[in-house]
């Protein structure tokens, strides 16, 4: 089994900064690649970002690009998401995910949430304007 935890939540004014932290353990963990994705109220989870652990390709949403960075520390099966320039449509549940099974060249393997096994519990971010 594979768990994640998040942390780094918060209430942020418009325009200021959080990094959200996930950490991944399990005995089997082996997975290929770490996802962030969010969920507002009333809305659909949606994706956010996606990092591959090995060769660190990154991926990430239309609406935080340039805003959002994805990293990861392979030695910690920690993932990163640098969020700068929050405004109040990025308050939601920010959910870590992993993906395991192999690796693809196709971008939709690690933006869709289907593809993604195992989840963690969330940590809320919520933007004052």
């Known amino acids: 089994q594979v768990q994640l935890v998040e942390s780094g939540g918060g209430l942020v004014q418009a325009g200021d900064s959080l990094r959200l932290s996930c950490a991944a353990s399990?005995?089997?963990?082996?997975?290929?690649?770490m996802g962030w994705f969010r969920q507002a109220p009333g809305k659909e989870r949606e994706f956010v970002a996606a990092?591959?652990?090995?060769?660190?390709?990154?991926y990430y949403a239309d609406s935080v690009k340039g805003r959002f960075t994805i990293s990861r520390d392979n030695a910690k099966n920690t993932v990163y998401l640098q969020m700068n320039s929050l405004n109040a449509e990025d308050t939601a549940v920010y959910y870590c995910?992993?993906?395991?099974?192999?690796?693809?060249?196709?971008?939709?393997?690690?933006?869709?949430?289907?593809?993604?096994?195992?989840w963690g519990q969330g940590t809320q971010v919520t933007v004052s304007s």
């Open positions: 995910a992993a993906r395991g099974g192999a690796y693809y060249s196709a971008s939709y393997y690690y933006t869709e949430r289907h593809r993604y096994d195992y």
């Open positions: 399990g005995r089997s963990f082996s997975g290929t690649a």
């Open positions: 990092i591959k652990w090995s060769g660190g390709n990154t």
